[in-house]
């Protein structure tokens, strides 16, 4: 049966044709792990014809810390009076995107937690302030949960925050707080993050407006295959949607497995012995393969290394992936919850890239290629050949 499901991704004329969330479900449960990475290769080179394997020179700002939503998951936060807050001045994040306009970077992603102690100045003023300062650094900047912790305190829409926070400066928003789409799941780890209906919400909100947008998803919470892929779909569908009326729509779909260290939700499960939770190599570069195979609306599918390691990220391009995501410099929100790598330089994702058999380009934020620079100074490997 899984055999059949996998015959129809491809057309006879070349083309990715649509599977049901069903036969996703049947996929992902049953496929070998092999038969799927080898159609969702052959799926990556219809959407992305040449064997270019792209990253971004970017940085992350995680501007505060304070937060009242309280995400089991989340070692990063800390509550409102804690005496570990901070928020970064405008200043601070100007200097860190000195750094990273130093190193040839053209996006910078800011998020933060949701700080009932922030008006709408802060913001607007942050953004007018790096747009003057830097005007060559995209601000892909507050994920959905963000926007709505804004509106709450403003009393506005969130569309009209949007659009303020836009007419100030805003290219696009991360794809971050997406988690797992599945309210059943979202009450257990993130009551007060709200439903899967917000989320989607607001990312159609700024994709009317314009914005650059990412969806994300976090998984291994315990949930099962189908619920991985009713995420899937629920972005599925607003990519549908978003095209029809805008004419594109999220660039690029990014999955990583939850880390369960320092945080309560590892902290309330350790002991169980509960293998379902998080996901080794094999299981993440199943979800990568199926989420390849499924987005046929979805041009990008990037790897993760900061959750998973270079090593692996580099697999994950032979299960479909053909981004190898960003240089970041700096990372607290997932790495406060157990990884260890927060940076990577430019020189270490095209390496990782050329052993994979490919050829790095480098990108910005809207997946637009960019003059990309290998350093003659460090000899690369030789590309092994690529798989069929
Ligand atoms: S994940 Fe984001 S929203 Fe959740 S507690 Fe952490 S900072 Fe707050």
Not at 47 to 75: A, G, W
Not at 224 to 248: A, C, F, Y
Not at 356 to 383: Q, V
Request: charged fraction near 25%; include cysteine.
């Amino acid at each position: 049966m899984w055999n059949y499901i996998l015959d129809s991704v491809i057309t006879p004329e070349g083309e990715h044709a649509r599977i049901t969330v069903e036969d996703a479900t049947f996929l992902y449960e049953n496929a070998p792990l092999e038969a799927l990475m080898k159609v969702a290769r052959k799926v990556r080179r219809i959407h992305n014809p040449d064997e270019i394997i792209t990253y971004l020179v970017d940085r992350n700002v995680n501007y505060t810390n304070i937060c009242t939503i309280n995400c089991q998951f989340c070692s990063f936060y800390r509550p409102p009076g804690h005496k570990e807050v901070y928020t970064q001045s405008i200043d601070q994040i100007s200097a860190r995107i000195g750094e990273l306009e130093a190193i040839g970077g053209s996006r910078v992603l800011m998020q933060g937690g949701v700080n009932p102690e922030l008006g709408m100045e802060y913001y607007t003023d942050l953004l007018q302030a790096l747009v003057q300062r830097h005007p060559k650094i995209a601000l892909d900047c507050f994920s959905p949960i963000e926007i709505e912790g804004i509106a709450d305190v403003t009393g506005l829409e969130t569309k009209e925050v949007l659009r303020q926070l836009k007419d100030a400066g805003l290219h696009g928003l991360p794809g971050g707080g997406a988690e797992m789409l599945v309210d059943d799941v979202r009450l257990n780890i993130s009551p007060k993050k709200g439903s899967a209906e917000n989320w989607l919400r607001v990312m159609s909100e700024a994709q009317d407006l314009k914005l650059t947008t990412s969806a994300t998803n976090v998984f291994g919470f315990g949930e099962e295959p189908k619920h991985r892929v009713e995420h899937m779909e629920k972005i599925r569908t607003l990519q549908d949607e978003s095209i029809q009326r805008n004419g594109d729509g999220f660039t690029s779909f990014i999955s990583w497995p939850v880390q369960l260290e320092n945080n309560s939700f590892g902290r309330r499960n350790r002991g169980a012995n509960r293998l379902e939770l998080g996901a080794g190599p094999m299981e993440y570069l199943r979800q990568v393969a199926v989420s390849r195979i499924f987005f046929d609306n979805i041009v990008h599918i990037q790897a993760s290394w900061p959750t998973m390691g270079l090593d692996v990220a580099q697999i994950a391009i032979d299960a479909g992936a053909d981004d190898i995501g960003s240089t970041m410099m700096e990372e607290n929100v997932v790495s406060a919850s157990g990884t260890t790598k927060v940076l990577a330089s430019e020189s270490e994702l095209q390496r990782t890239i050329i052993r994979s058999g490919h050829h790095p380009k480098k990108r910005d934020s809207d997946y637009n290629l960019l003059t990309t620079t290998i350093p003659d100074f460090e000899p690369m490997p030789t590309p092994v050949p690529v798989k069929p």
